[in-house]
C-alpha cells in the first residue's frame, strides 16, 4: 500500500518528465467502491455527453467543480492524493475540477493530443502551475485506449491548439515533431494506479476498440499562488477541506441520492466549462 508521500527522487522524476505513476495508490476495496459507485451512479451517467474524436467515435464523459461529501469528494480531498500534489507543486492546492472519462467497450473513441493548460488558459491561469491526476478505476492497456504522454513534453510551454472534431488539441506540427524526438510512454495502469501528470504535458488516448471498458476519474488541483485573476467556469482559489484515508472505506456505497446535490455538474448544452473543452485557447 502506497503511502502517499511521494519521494524526493519522484518530485525529481515529475519536474524532468512531466509526470509519475503511483503504483497502488489506492487499495482494491477502495478502487472497488468507486468502481461500483460510478457504474450504478444515475446522475453520473445522466449528466454525461460525449465527445467525438474525428472520426465519428466519441468519448463519454461527465464533469464536477466542487468534490463534495460522497465518494468521488473522499477521493478527490484525501491526504494521500492531495498531500501528494501539494508535494510535487511545492505549496497549497485547491480542487479546481474533476471528471469521469468512460471509455466504453468497443465503442470509446480517441482523445486528441492536447496539454490541459492548453484549454485552461484563456480562465485566466497566469502559469501552468497545475497537476491532474488520474486515477485507474478499470485496467488501463493500450488496446483499451490509456493514456499516452511524451516525456518530458511539458518544457516545451503552452502549444497553440485547434479544434478537431469536437476536441481542442495541440497544433500537430509541433506534435509530430515532439514525438520524433522525445519518448512516448503508454501508462498502462491496473485499478487503483494513479498518474500525476504537469499541465503542460502533451498527452492523447486511443480508441478503445476491446471487450474490455476504460474507465477513469481523473482529479485537477491549482495551485493557491495560481489563483486566477477572472472569473469563469472553474473555481478561483477555494479552501480545500482534506479527509482522512480512511473516509473513502466509511463513504462507502453512500446512496448517490443523497450525494448529487452536492455535485455541482457541468453538462455540455448548459454549461460554457463543458463546451470550453472544445474550444481553442485564445491570446
Known sequence: MNSGKV???????????GFIIMPNLFDQEEIGLLRRAAKEDK???????????????????????????????????CHKLVDSVEQLLGEEVYHYHSKMIMKDAR??????????????YQNGVLKPDLCSVSIAVDRATKENGCLQVLKGSHKMGRVEHIL???????????VNIARQRMELVDCVMNPGDALFFHANLLH????????????????????????????SHHPRYTP????????????????FADDSSEVAWLEAKKDVSARSLTTPSQG
Open 240 to 255: 480545500l477541506q482534506k479527509v482522512p484515508d480512511e473516509m473513502i472505506k466509511k463513504t462507502g456505497l453512500k446512496r
Open 164 to 174: 478537431t472534431g469536437d476536441q481542442a488539441g495541440a497544433d500537430m506540427e509541433r
Open 7 to 17: 519521494t524526493s527522487e519522484q518530485i525529481a522524476y515529475y519536474h524532468r518528465d
Open 107 to 120: 465503442v470509446g473513441g480517441a482523445w486528441a493530443w492536447h496539454q490541459d493548460y492548453g484549454y485552461w
Open 204 to 231: 492523447a488516448s486511443g480508441r478503445n476498440d476491446s471487450e474490455f471498458p476504460r474507465w477513469s476519474m481523473i482529479c485537477c488541483y491549482n495551485a493557491r499562488s495560481n489563483d486566477p485573476y477572472k472569473d
Open 43 to 77: 446522475m453520473l451517467d445522466e449528466h454525461s455527453f460525449s465527445r467525438d474524436d474525428g472520426t465519428g467515435a466519441k468519448v463519454r464523459l461527465s464533469l464536477w467543480n466542487h468534490p463534495g461529501d460522497g465518494i468521488y469528494g473522499m477521493f478527490a480531498r
